[in-house]
């Protein structure tokens, strides 16, 4: 079994708290276009960056995804 993420959460993060996409790039240091890839799941965040985002966003590291096990 494996762990994948299937849906990322940090849209709905931003929503909570009154923020947008652009800025929570520009508190982590990322373009615009690459936070929107990482939201849309065309890239999977690196564990230093999600950890990063996490922390900006007041959350615990595995409410960025949602997550499921898949079979082998």
């Known amino acids: ?4 993420p299937i ?11 009154g923020k947008t996409q652009q800025w929570l790039a ?13 939201v849309t799941m065309r890239f999977v965040l690196k564990i230093a960056k999600a950890k990063e985002i996490a922390d ?3 959350i615990n590291i595995d409410d960025l995804y949602e997550w ?4 082998e």
């Open 68 to 71: 499921e096990w898949r079979g």
């Open 26 to 38: 520009d508190r982590v240091a990322m373009s615009k276009q690459q936070m929107s890839d990482y």
């Open 7 to 17: 849906r990322c959460r940090i849209p709905e993060h931003l929503h909570r708290i």
């Open 1 to 4: 079994m494996v762990l994948v």
């Open 56 to 58: 900006v966003l007041n």
